[in-house]
Every structure is written in C-alpha cells, then in structure tokens.
C-alpha cells in the first residue's frame, strides 16, 4: 500500500503528469487508508478495545479517523490521520489541530516526544472537569496525525503508552508512504 | 565521687568481654587452620506487596497493582 503523493482534489493536468512519470497513484482508494491506522490492542493485552467503523475523509479532509472503545466504557482513543499534498501542508494541518485543542483541553501542558517529525504531547482535562485528555500531534511526510485519549480524569493515559502507540503509528504511516 | 565510681563500674562490666576475647586469642598459638564458620541463619523470603499490602496479584510487585487500565490488564504503578 502507498499513500498517494498527492491526495484526490488536485488539478488533472498534474494526475496525468504524475501518472506519465509513474509517481503517486492514479486516485486516492479511501479503502487504502485503513492501513495508516492502529488499533490499540497491539500494545494492550489484545482484547481491551473495540474499533469503531473508521471514517473516510473526516471533515472532508483527506484522510481515515476511527474511535476505540476501552471495554469498561471510560476510556477512549481518537486517531485521525490526514494525507495532505506536501509536508509544509502536514505541518500547518498539525499546528491548526494544535490551536484547536488549546479551547478543547483546561489546564494544558505540553511537552515534545520521540514520535514522528515534530511530535508534541498535550495533557490536561476536559473544560468540565469530568475527564482526562491527552493528545499527541506528529507528522510523518505528507501526512498529519493526531491521536487524541480521553480517559478517567484521576488516570490520564500514560505517556509511555501514548508514545509506544504513536510510535507504531508512525511506522505504519511511514510503512504506507515509502514502501 | 559515687557516680564516678559507677560509671566506671559499668564501663569495666561491658568491656571486660572484649578483654577477655583478645587475651584468648592472644593465647591461641596453635596451628589450627579449620575454619568454624557461623551457622546459615534463616534465609530472608522477600514477599512483594501490592498498593493494598498484599503480595499482589498476577505477580505485580511492590508499588504495582493489578487492574484493566489504558494497556488493559496489566500490573499498574499505584
């Protein structure tokens, strides 16, 4: 599988161009997508997590999202990868999302981590008090991805496990894109 | 002057073992070279405890406990 070089939308004349050379893919299959996500239970004891249906082009923006479902009901992960037509596109996508969390999550801290290009952490809780958020922006070449943990507001998710998960994110992403 | 006199009373009590011990060995100019070690004592069992002080579930040590968390279940720190 190979994330297309450049996401569907862009002008024909270009498609054709790419196409004569060989590089990217003729169209973006949605169905390719469901190769950059992954499911936590790779680094839980395997059964913890249920998958929701993943969406194809969230918000209308190129790109796969899917929900996972802790099986206790209290724990959730959001994982949203966007395939954008360069990586100056990602990172402006990953510092949009960034802004965006900033109203998202109240007493926000952020550190950077060893996932991707330009990977940051941000942790806190949810405006009401009611749960813990972390979240975990990093690109990867074209892509932007945010991985987003909501959890009981006494146990955050912790930061070995979001890494380990982005890690593998990363490696699949970088899997699709290169390989 | 009687609280001096036991003071040294006591002092002379407790090191009068000590004493007695580098005279003996001081004695002891034989060729022996058996070694009598000490008796084994006990050997200490290490019981690793768990955040509610028991030894734990599933073998989680000390500081660690067992539930369903982000990783599901695994041994947790408390």
């Known amino acids: ?179 | 002057m009687r609280k001096l006199a036991v003071v040294v009373a006591a002092a002379a009590v407790l090191a009068s073992p000590l004493t007695v011990t580098q005279a003996a060995q001081a004695a002891d100019v034989s060729n022996d070279t058996t070694v009598y070690a000490p008796a084994p004592g006990p050997t200490p069992r290490v019981h690793p405890m768990d955040c509610a002080g028991t030894t734990g579930r599933m073998g989680c040590g000390p500081g660690w406990t067992w539930r369903d968390g982000w990783r599901g279940w695994a041994c947790y720190a408390c």
């Not at chain 1, 109240?106 to 990977?119: D, M, W």
């Not at chain 1, 941000?122 to 009611?130: E, K, Q």
Request: aromatic share 4%; hydrophobic share 40%; charged share 15%.
């Open chain 1, 1 to 179: 599988m190979r994330i297309p070089l450049m996401p569907v939308g862009i002008p024909a004349a270009t498609t054709a161009c790419a196409l004569a050379f060989g590089i990217g893919s003729a169209a973006a299959d949605p169905a390719d997508y469901n190769a950059l996500l992954v499911n936590p239970n790779d680094v839980t004891d395997s059964t913890a997590y249920t998958a929701s249906a993943p969406v194809q082009n969230p918000n209308n923006q190129q790109g796969i999202s899917a929900v996972y479902t802790h099986r206790d009901g209290t724990r959730q992960i959001t994982e949203t990868v966007l395939v954008l037509p360069d990586p100056a596109a990602a990172t402006t996508a990953m510092n949009s999302s960034q802004n965006e969390m900033a109203s998202r999550i109240a007493n926000e801290k952020t550190q950077p981590v060893q996932v991707g290009t330009g990977a940051t952490l941000l942790t806190g809780s949810s405006p009401d008090g009611t749960k813990s958020v972390s979240v975990l922006l990093f690109t990867q070449g074209n892509a932007a991805t945010t991985v987003e943990f909501d959890g009981p507001p006494a146990d955050a998710a912790p930061t070995e496990f979001v890494v380990d998960l982005g890690q593998k994110q990363d490696a699949a992403i970088k899997n699709a894109l290169w390989s």
